[in-house]
């Protein structure tokens, strides 16, 4: 775990970035309890999987990005896209399965794209965002740009086969990946410490030649500072980092699930870390939030949620005559798209 004192006011954050940080957590919060709300109630359809209590980890990750930067995510993507910058309204259309959805409708929850923000989409594959994301450094280093690629994905697809011909693909390209671990506990019920004789995921990168270290997941500034070091490196030609953030999956695999298998006292201690409280109230030691704006804060977000939601719901439904539309990219013999 990270050893960083952050109760100090930052120096290498303004207060205004804290400020956004923190807004973005308590939004990717309030989306998810939305959205939860709504599902039960049979609006949405399919599954969904939710991130509370992950939430520092893509916040402090895309506070160290650039827009022009890419991220790859998961079926537990919702808090990963927020972060890099989609908006709630796109975000509950997709989830409706509407048009004006970021894939129009056809993604649904698991499946957020936005090309124009750097998303390269969200997976339910697992493992399946680690070899897009190899190919995407492999893109930046072939354009010659000093972007970046972050690659977010559970503990869960540390076991899978893309995991590792993605890790040592990056390796011998030396391309610009970031690869962020949300190592939250479990995969689906499994528990992660369970599932391997060493569990220590920074060292199963380093046999490939990838430096890694392991973060506090509910410290969005250690977060922040650990993957701003791994993506100056990318920038400067240093190749690919892995950063393994510990982290928790507050509920279920996905809503509807019980999760008996997490132990009361186990969520409890969880609970009490929790990286919207401690963000919250390191800006309030700071000075730089008080309680009354911390109040409208969470005001504003309701009301964004809420008119993202009628939003959702008064946007049209796609014509069943689209439904093979936007599927394909059709190449000619030069690679040209048709
Ligand atoms: C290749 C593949 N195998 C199995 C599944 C079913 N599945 C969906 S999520 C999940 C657990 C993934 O755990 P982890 O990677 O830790 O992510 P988390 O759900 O904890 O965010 C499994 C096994 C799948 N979607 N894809
Ligand atoms: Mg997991």
């Known amino acids: 775990m990270s050893k960083e004192i952050t109760e100090q006011v930052p120096e290498d954050l303004t207060k205004d970035q804290l400020v956004a940080m923190y807004r973005r957590m308590r939004l990717i919060r309030a989306f998810e309890n939305t959205a939860q709300k709504h599902f039960e109630a049979g609006e949405i359809?399919?599954?969904l999987h939710l991130s509370q209590g992950q939430e520092a980890v893509p916040v402090g990750t895309c506070a160290a990005l650039r827009g022009s930067d890419y991220i790859t995510s998961t079926h537990r993507g919702h808090g990963d896209v927020l972060a890099k910058g989609c908006e709630?309204?796109?975000?509950?259309?997709?989830?409706y399965g509407r048009t004006t959805g970021y894939c129009k409708g056809k993604g649904g929850s698991m499946h957020i794209a936005d090309f124009s923000q750097?998303?390269?989409?969200?997976?339910?594959?697992?493992?399946?965002?680690?070899?897009?994301?190899?190919?995407v450094g492999l893109s930046i280093k072939m354009r010659g740009t000093d972007q970046v690629a972050v690659c977010f994905f559970g503990d869960g697809a540390t076991a899978e086969g893309g995991f590792h011909e993605a890790l040592n693909l990056a390796s011998l390209w030396h391309v610009p990946v970031i690869f962020v671990c949300q190592n939250n506990l479990y995969g689906l019920s499994q528990p992660w410490a369970e599932t391997a004789y060493d569990c220590d995921l920074a060292q199963r990168a380093r046999s490939y030649h990838i430096p890694g270290e392991c973060v506090d997941g509910m410290d969005a500034i250690a977060v922040y500072r650990s993957v701003k070091e791994a993506v100056d490196r990318a920038r400067a030609g240093g190749g690919p980092s892995?950063?393994?953030?510990?982290?928790?999956r507050f509920l279920?695999?996905?809503?509807?699930?019980?999760?008996?298998?997490?132990?009361?006292?186990?969520?409890?201690?969880?609970?009490?870390r929790d990286g919207i409280l401690?963000?919250?109230?390191?800006l309030r030691v700071w000075g730089y939030l008080s309680g009354e704006e911390d109040a409208r804060m969470a005001e504003d977000v309701e009301a964004e949620l809420q008119a993202g939601i009628e939003y959702a719901r008064s946007s049209p439904i796609p014509a069943p005559e689209e439904a093979l539309n936007d599927l394909y990219v059709h190449f000619d013999h030069l690679g040209n798209p048709l």
């Open 118 to 135: 750097g998303i390269i989409g969200a997976n339910g594959i697992v493992s399946g965002g680690l070899p897009i994301a190899t190919g």
């Open 278 to 282: 401690k963000l919250g109230r390191q």
């Open 88 to 95: 709630p309204k796109y975000m509950f259309a997709e989830l």
């Open 242 to 248: 892995f950063i393994e953030a510990k982290t928790y």
């Open 252 to 272: 279920g695999h996905y809503v509807g699930d019980p999760a008996l298998y997490m132990p009361k006292k186990e969520r409890e201690t969880w609970r009490e």
């Open 45 to 47: 359809a399919g599954f």
